[in-house]
């Protein structure tokens, strides 16, 4: 701009003119506030011990007031018990005094009984004479003061002998008289008394008699329940209070299914602090609730899909996108129910593809085939055959997303990993892809002899290293791989397997080695064993996830109670993931009418699945692994001779091996076999002897030829 325009701007009234403001930098420090006197009051308030919980926070306060409402309204019923108390403690010091018992035990531990006999029926006789005197003089001081004061003077000796009766009546641990003979039930006394609470820890020898509980958070209503936290003893840890929750349970006289107990982690929380949960009855005694999919036009299968509400009817949301799920039960306790919770979820994201197969061949899973992508429903050999190619599809696939994944940049794929984005890009080719497999025991366990790379082996040795593969590798390619099975045993689901199964879910079983089976190892030792389920609790499970729920992202299992969706449900949703698929476009495979066979190259699945030749050259079984001695020996006694018995002595393994007692002991110790007394009936009668619980021997050996399946493997790969 030149002078002279610079000049008219200036002068020409229609522009606008801004003021023009002085002013300098001043580079003075900021002050820092200043601490008000009212400021550090609050702030020491709020941290010091010496002020009560209930003056801090709000929300104890209100529970304060509560207390105090419900104690000025038990006060009178407490002190008329108190009275009574106190009159029947009275009775009994007045009875053990006017029998002279004092004295005539005294007499009995020095064995003169018979020699005190006369003093003692003297002292008896004086002592009533005593009690008629007082009873006399106390009647005739009432009646003389009734007739100079009014009855006004007998309503204050009433009044003053109650308060001292009740004095003496007062809850005093340790005194006589003040504990009833048959205590009553604890069900929620320790709300009012936390001393109760302390009582049913001691019960169950969770801490000693002389330890106590410290408070941190006062019981407080929660839902259909109560909840508290407390800090144990110095050295006792929540683990134990977790592992031994009915022992805690029976303390506080509720069922253990109302009982939650929980180690609180985090900055919050410390090895020896734990959160109780009390429910006021069954929570899984109400019946189950609709799934809240019927609500939903569409999923979206990143997000964790509802599957159940837990014992404090919080819902919880397992997270399934990067893992694998197993499921197992006893039949008829709701595993194909919670499978097709999480496939309808699934169902209802119309770029997920689907993989079902239902070898329990019933009409659960026939409406699933409008949605899927490969779909099969059958029991037979051909099915098996046809599972193994859908197997050795997807583990083609899933090598050629890696490989693919290699060539994008790392704007779109940051990671080794699908992102929801490329899920969503049909370009891409990599949508999530879940497979499921109903009663995968049955595929598992079958005997039709397969070749491969010119090798033969077992079908279900071949679909056990395609689904091992398959979890290890898959999930971060999208692929979630869901199995189900109604018998959740070591020979039916390979170790390894089981092993990289990422959540678990278990309903009822039969014992604590099934749901070890189906939760993990020792799980049950922690305080999670679904055998202890309720046959009236159907869909009701422990659920161990893979990853955060609404319970925290530190719990480590919890019961959960599915929601329930008969076959109409799962009818409509199948008929609406139909529609949304058809909407954009993904309906493909058998939901399409496409039943093309699947390029297969066995031979680059088995150079892929790294078995050196088929499963590893068929050299290491976990029932050809050879147990060292002498524990082979004692499971070749034990198949056998099985009786039935869940014990058998050590004379009786000596005796019928032929070892000397000393050297098995010693060697079944290095073998991780140790021996315990049990009780079993002799020619003589029940004698209490040394020896071992079949059920130990036996896991023992599993234990070895898992080891020797694992070392197999690990030569193997060097190789």
Same mark, same amino acid.
């Given at each position: ?50 002020? @009560? ?26 002190? %008329? ?8 403690? *009275? ?78 009546? !007062? ?30 820890? !001691? ?24 909840? +508290? ?26 069922? $253990? ?81 919670? *499978?097709? %919770? ?7 994201? @119309? ?105 033969? %082996? ?54 604590? !080695?099934?749901?070890? +089976?189906?939760?993990? $190892? ?106 060292? $001695? ?24 000596? $005796? ?58 690990? +030569?193997?790969?060097?190789?």
């Amino acid at each position: 701009m030149s002078a002279d325009d610079r000049e008219s701007a200036v002068t020409d009234p229609r522009l606008p003119v801004r003021a023009v403001l002085e002013g300098e930098f001043v580079n003075d420090r900021p002050q820092a506030p200043r601490v008000t006197w009212m400021r550090r009051f609050m702030n020491w308030w709020k941290r010091s011990p010496r002020v @009560p919980l209930w003056a801090k926070d709000r929300v104890h306060a209100v529970q304060a007031a509560k207390d105090l409402v419900v104690a000025l309204l038990r006060s009178p019923f407490r002190f %008329l018990g108190a009275v009574v108390r106190g009159l029947v403690v *009275a009775v009994r010091w007045w009875r053990s005094w006017v029998t002279v018992r004092d004295y005539r035990e005294a007499a009995e531990q020095s064995e003169k009984l018979a020699d005190k006999f006369g003093d003692i029926r003297e002292l008896t006789l004086f002592r009533w004479k005593v009690t008629g005197a007082v009873v006399a003089g106390v009647a005739i001081v009432g009646a003389v003061a009734d007739l100079v004061y009014g009855h006004q003077a007998l309503w204050i000796g009433g009044g003053v002998i109650a308060v001292a009766l009740a004095v003496l009546g !007062r809850r005093k641990d340790g005194s006589p008289g003040r504990k009833a003979v048959l205590a009553g039930p604890r069900t929620l006394t320790w709300t009012m008394d936390p001393q109760v609470l302390v009582d049913a820890f !001691r019960d169950a020898k969770l801490i000693g008699k002389d330890e106590t509980l410290r408070l941190v958070e006062r019981a407080t209503r929660q839902g259909d329940g109560w909840a +508290i936290t407390v800090d144990l003893p110095a050295t006792r840890k929540a683990a134990d209070v977790v592992k031994n929750r009915d022992a805690l349970a029976s303390a506080l006289a509720v069922d $253990e299914v109302q009982l939650i107990v929980e180690r609180v982690r985090g900055n919050g929380g410390h090895a020896g602090r734990v959160a109780m949960w009390v429910a006021d009855e069954d929570p899984y005694a109400a019946p189950p609730l609709r799934t809240p999919l019927l609500a939903v036009q569409r999923w979206d299968a990143w997000r964790p899909l509802p599957f159940g509400r837990d014992a404090r009817d919080r819902r919880i949301d397992l997270p399934l996108v990067w893992t694998s799920l197993l499921i197992g039960a006893i039949p008829r306790q709701g595993k194909t129910m919670a *499978a097709r %919770l999480v496939a309808a979820a699934l169902i209802l994201d @119309p770029h997920v593809r689907l993989y079902v197969a239902d070898f329990k061949a019933g009409k659960d899973w026939i409406s699933a085939a409008q949605v899927a992508h490969r779909f099969m429903s059958g029991d037979g050999t051909e099915h098996v055959l046809a599972l193994i190619d859908w197997l050795v599809e997807l583990v083609g696939e899933v090598q050629g997303r890696y490989r693919r994944m290699q060539e994008l940049d790392d704007l779109t794929c940051p990671e080794s990993k699908v992102t929801p984005d490329m899920s969503r890009d049909r370009a891409l080719d990599m949508p999530i892809t879940a497979v499921f497999i109903d009663e995968v025991q049955l595929p598992l366990e079958d005997r039709t002899p397969v070749e491969v790379q010119g090798k033969k %082996l077992t079908a279900g040795e071949y679909i056990g290293e395609l689904l091992t593969w398959l979890a290890k590798k898959a999930p971060a390619a999208g692929l979630v791989l869901v199995l189900a099975t109604q018998r959740p045993d070591s020979k039916t689901i390979p170790s390894k397997l089981r092993a990289v199964l990422g959540s678990r879910f278990a309903l009822r079983v039969i014992d604590w !080695r099934d749901s070890n +089976i189906v939760l993990g $190892e020792q799980m049950n030792t922690r305080g999670y064993d679904s055998s202890r389920l309720l046959p009236s609790h159907k869909g009701v499970g422990i659920l161990r996830p893979d990853g955060e729920t609404e319970a925290g992202a530190d719990v480590l299992a919890l019961t959960v109670r599915t929601f329930y969706m008969p076959n109409e449900d799962w009818r409509e949703l199948c008929e609406r993931g139909r529609g949304l698929r058809e909407a954009v476009g993904t309906l493909t495979g058998h939901a399409a009418g496409q039943e093309a066979q699947p390029m297969l190259d066995h031979a680059a699945v088995a150079k892929a699945i790294g078995s050196g030749g088929p499963m590893a050259a068929e050299a290491v079984r976990a029932t050809d692994v050879e147990l060292p $001695e002498p524990l082979a020996s004692v499971v070749d006694y034990l198949a056998d001779g099985d009786d039935g018995h869940d014990f058998v002595p050590t004379s009786e393994l000596v $005796e019928a091996l032929g070892l000397e007692m000393t050297t098995f002991g010693r060697d079944m110790v290095e073998l991780g076999c140790r021996s315990t007394r049990d009780r079993v009936a002799t020619a003589d009668g029940v004698r209490q002897v040394r020896g071992y619980a079949v059920a130990d021997l036996l896991a023992a050996a599993e234990r070895l030829r898992d080891a020797a399946v694992i070392e197999g493997e690990v +030569i193997d790969g060097e190789r």
